[in-house]
């Protein structure tokens, strides 16, 4: 029996007061979802780095989040922390006995502005991304890529790749 998709749908990396870093999970299925002995990780090699505690459920169509002093406080459930350079956040399913049982999804992201989190974004073409948002949306609908500032890397003023139909401003 395959898991049911359960999504990385949001986090935040380099948090401020008074936000604290986390991780969003989405369900997007018409039922809820049992999480109990899943893992989230930062690292596709270390997979196993913190075990979602029994008892956790997401209902349908809604969202579940995990701060930093859960799944970084490195106890019973193992741990890890969100590097705010850039890092890596995986779910993957597991039975009761915590053996992988082959659903994973997950993201890279690279540095952020503080207190500006990642979260996914799926384009025209059905890709998902997981891009920096407008705003944190935590237990919502993400509020979409943020887009700008306009930044000009170069400026070429003398081209010949333009024809005389064209205007240089």
Known sequence: VRPPAIFV???LSRSAPPFEDFIELYNPNSF??????????????????????????????DYMAFDEHLFNAFDLHGGFALDPQGDDIY?????????LTGFM??????SSDINASF??????????????QKAISLFATNTGPKIGPLVISEIDRKSTRLN???TVI
């Not at 779910?91 to 053996?99: I, P, Q, T």
């Open 119 to 132: 979260g996914r974004y799926v384009s025209e073409d059905g890709a998902e991304h997981f891009v920096q």
């Open 9 to 11: 749908n949001e986090a």
């Open 105 to 110: 999804h997950g993201f890279s992201f690279g």
């Open 164 to 166: 005389s139909s064209h």
């Open 91 to 99: 779910l993957l399913s597991a039975n009761a006995n915590g053996e």
């Open 32 to 61: 809820d979802v049992d999480i109990s002995g899943w893992y989230l990780t930062d690292s596709r090699d270390k997979p196993k780095r913190f075990r979602i505690p029994d008892g956790i459920i997401i209902p349908a169509n």
